[in-house]
Each structure stands twice: as structure tokens, then as C-alpha cells.
């Protein structure tokens, strides 16, 4: 099969000497060439950054070249940033034609993946300016979540988000979505958003609270209206004080760093681990359908047992062990990591069977773990041993009526979700106080 790339880069060989390398200063204002596809402009206090990849596929090349120019418009004396994207297209993402072509899909991958993902990181991190996405095109997968990654985002009406990445053969997908979708339309929504996998249009996405504002349909009227509400929002000192407080603020309860490792952890598998990815890749680039079937995410006829029950390790939940929750006590940090394992394992389950099985045995380790910590409480003269004692009985009442609900077929993914967040308040609260109480006594008996 042909590959799928641009001209310059399939001809490149045989027409190295009539193909002329072409240096733009991409730190200069305004669009040099028209083969330029990044440049920005500079407008009273804002800068506006426009990329104009074909499709809206974002190889590593351009993901780089677009975080360079970023990074220069970041030290320019502007007060906001604005992501202007294309006019047909804003963003899809990594750029699955580059990585067809090239000698390892795989390794090219990972490279565009990791690219994308330190230009989404640039622009959450950003702190001293407002960041605004205006989307005037469709976006898609990473380009969809890369625009919630600015502080405001702006959309033409029309436009379509695709904001999900299971349909490319049950890609995790990256870019801090773990973080950035959760963030703006909350758990459930976001857990739907990327299980049904179906497109939405500007109005439902604004209505959903996944961007801020719907503009007019005309592209000149829309660009128009962006740098309206750019200078009605530019002087907002306190937007920018309560942006950069609760950045530190999520950052204290789970770092940026812990959502990037937990989903390159998944894509790596993608990658490397089976062929799935590959082989719907493929397909995508030439076009090619062997299934000759609907889509299983809109054949309404094969969903039997409904969204709830068909979710899988894809799905928005999923626990991560982070270093705050390290007490030094190597044998109960193994055993609270466990428990992290365990309920990733129950949200994993498809069917009633797995469920039961799993949440019972969940229920006996966490029983078991109490038991030994509670003899080394009692042991020990541990003073706040009934609390303690009583926070377990709570965390087992806790799984007791997780597993009541899954008999009656009544439970959702929240239940887990809520006896992990008890889990770890515990672990920070209570265990941390235990174990420097037995670390005194190790100390004083030495």
C-alpha cells in the first residue's frame, strides 16, 4: 500500500536537489509563508497562536514545533494566550498518516504521544497568563482534550468534539484526560463521554460544561467575537490569582505527573503489548472496513447488558497509588497497594461472576490487613485504637454494601470509586499517625 504522507516527505529522496529547505523565524509575529502551519499575532495584550495542520493530525514534528512557539509567546509581555487551531480543523490528535509510515509504529507512537502530552502540560502549567482555546474547526481525541486544557474555551458553532479514544482499537488514550476531561464535566459525564464514544456538537458540549461558550457559525464573526471576549477577560487579575490556587491545589492531590505515568502505563500496552491499536490504525488510514458491521458503540441492538456493565479497563476509573500515600512501612505500603490493584481489577470485571468474586475478595484482604493492624495497635498501647478500630469497621461496612448492591444488581462504578477515596484518607489520616507511633517505640526500644 502507499503510504499516506505528505509530498515532501515521500519525494524527499528522489527530489533532494530541485526541494528547497525553506527557515522560518517562528518567533517573529505573523504568517511568512503560506506553507507556514504555525505562526501567532500579537494584538494589544493577547497573543494568538494558529496551527493549521492538514486533517488536524498532530505529528511529533509539529507537536514540537507548536510547543516551541508556545513557549516563546509565553515570555512575550501579553496578559493572555490564545489557541486559534485551523480554520477547517483545530486538533485530532497525534497524526496516525506519520505514523503508518514510518519504520516503527510503535516507537513513532510513543514519541508523538509523549510530544503532545508536554505541549498539553506547557499550557496547564502556564500560571501568569489566561490561556483561551478558540475552536473554529472539529477536534478530536488528544486535539479535543487539548483544548480543555486552556483556562476558556470558545467554539463555532458547527463544530463537532469526538472527545474519546476507544474506537482506534480501545486506545487509552493520554494527554491528561485522566485530569482535564473529569475536571470539566465531571466524573460520570466523563466516563459516558468516553464509553459511548459518540460525537457531540458545540451546543451539547457547551451544555455539558465542556467549553465555556458557543459563537457564531460565520468563521469571520466568530474571530471577530473571540478577541471581543478576549479584551472583556484579559484584566482579570482575580481569574488569574483563583487559576494559579487551584492548580496548586490539584497538584496537592494528585500530581500531573501521576496522571501522565498511569495512562502512558496504558498506552505503552497499546503500543507494544498486542496488535489491536495497530490493526485499527490501519484500517483508519486506508480506509478499510473488514468488519462489513455498525460500530459496536451505536449498535443499540448488541448492547444487551447496557453501558454500565461493558466498561473496561479504558473506562475514567482507575486508582493510582501516589508517593503521599508511602507511610515507610514497606509491608503495609505493599499491602495498601494491593488494594489498589484489587479495585482496578473489580472496575475491570464483565460479569456478575468476576464482580462477586472480586469484591469478596477485596472484602477478605482488607479484613484480614485490619486484623494484623489491629493487633499491633492493641500490642502496642496505641491511644487512638477505638477510632482507628472504628474507621476499619466503616471501610468494611463500606464494601459489605458495595457487594449487597452488586447481588441486587444496583451498583455503579461510583461505589468503588467512593470506598477508594475513603481508602486513602484513611491511609493519610490514621496510618500515617499509627506508624509514627510504632516508629517511637522502635526507636525508644533500641
Avoid at 506553507?35 to 492538514?54: G, K, R, T
Avoid at 470509586?417 to 499509627?434: C, T
Amino acid at each position: 500500500m502507499p503510504k499516506a504522507v505528505p509530498a515532501t516527505s515521500a519525494l524527499k529522496g528522489l527530489l533532494s536537489k530541485t526541494i528547497k529547505h525553506i527557515e522560518i523565524d517562528y518567533t517573529k509575529p505573523g504568517r511568512e509563508l503560506p506553507c507556514q502551519e504555525v505562526w501567532y499575532e500579537q494584538e494589544a495584550d493577547a497573543a494568538y497562536i494558529y496551527f493549521s495542520f492538514h486533517n488536524g493530525g498532530m505529528s511529533t514534528e509539529q507537536c514540537r514545533l507548536l510547543l516551541l512557539v508556545y513557549q516563546h509567546v509565553a515570555t512575550l509581555p501579553v496578559k493572555a494566550i490564545v489557541l486559534m487551531g485551523g480554520e477547517q480543523c483545530w486538533s485530532n490528535g497525534i497524526h496516525l498518516n506519520r505514523i503508518e509510515a514510518a519504520d516503527s509504529p510503535a516507537d513513532e507512537s510513543w514519541l508523538n504521544i509523549n510530544a503532545i502530552n508536554d505541549l498539553i502540560y506547557q499550557i496547564v502549567t502556564t500560571l501568569d497568563k489566561l490561556t483561551i482555546s478558540a475552536v473554529a474547526g472539529s477536534a478530536g481525541a488528544g486535539g479535543a482534550i487539548m483544548a480543555i486544557a486552556a483556562d476558556k474555551v470558545f467554539a463555532r458553532e458547527g463544530v463537532i468534539f469526538n472527545p474519546h479514544y476507544k474506537n482506534m482499537g480501545e486506545i487509552y488514550g493520554s494527554e491528561y484526560w485522566t485530569y482535564l476531561l473529569p475536571k470539566r464535566v465531571g466524573q460520570e459525564m466523563a466516563t459516558s463521554l468516553t464509553e459511548q464514544r459518540l460525537p457531540i456538537s458545540a451546543k451539547n458540549a457547551w451544555h455539558i460544561g465542556l467549553i465555556d461558550k458557543v459563537l457564531d457559525k460565520n468563521h469571520k464573526i466568530f474571530i471577530a467575537q473571540v478577541k471581543r471576549l478576549v479584551n472583556v477577560i484579559i484584566d482579570d487579575n482575580e481569574a488569574l490569582n483563583e487559576k494559579a490556587k487551584t492548580r496548586c491545589y490539584d497538584e496537592s492531590l494528585k500530581a500531573l505527573a501521576t496522571y501522565r505515568q498511569f495512562e502512558l502505563a496504558q498506552m505503552y500496552e497499546n503500543f507494544y503489548g498486542n496488535e489491536d491499536y495497530h490493526l485499527a490504525r490501519q484500517r483508519f488510514v486506508y480506509k478499510v472496513n473488514n468488519d462489513n458491521k455498525t460500530p459496536d458503540n451505536i449498535a443499540l441492538h448488541r448492547q444487551k447488558d447496557g453501558l454500565e456493565k461493558r466498561l473496561s479497563l479504558g473506562s475514567m476509573y482507575h486508582f493510582v497509588w501516589q508517593d503521599v500515600y508511602q507511610t515507610g512501612d514497606d509491608l503495609a505500603d505493599n499491602q495498601h497497594k494491593d488494594i489498589f490493584i484489587l479495585a482496578n481489577q473489580l472496575v475491570a470485571s464483565v460479569s456478575s461472576e468476576e464482580l462477586h468474586k472480586n469484591i469478596q475478595l477485596i472484602y477478605r484482604y482488607v479484613k484480614e490487613h485490619f486484623n494484623t493492624e489491629e493487633e499491633l495497635m492493641e500490642k502496642s498501647d496505641f491511644r487512638q485504637y477505638k477510632s482507628h478500630a472504628t474507621e476499619h469497621n466503616a471501610i468494611l461496612e463500606k464494601l459489605a454494601e458495595i457487594e449487597h448492591k452488586i447481588t441486587n444488581n444496583e451498583w455503579k462504578k461510583r461505589d468503588i470509586r467512593e470506598f477508594m477515596d475513603k481508602w486513602a484518607d484513611h491511609i493519610i489520616h490514621s496510618d500515617m499517625v499509627l506508624n509514627k507511633h510504632l516508629k517511637k517505640l522502635e526507636f525508644e526500644s533500641a
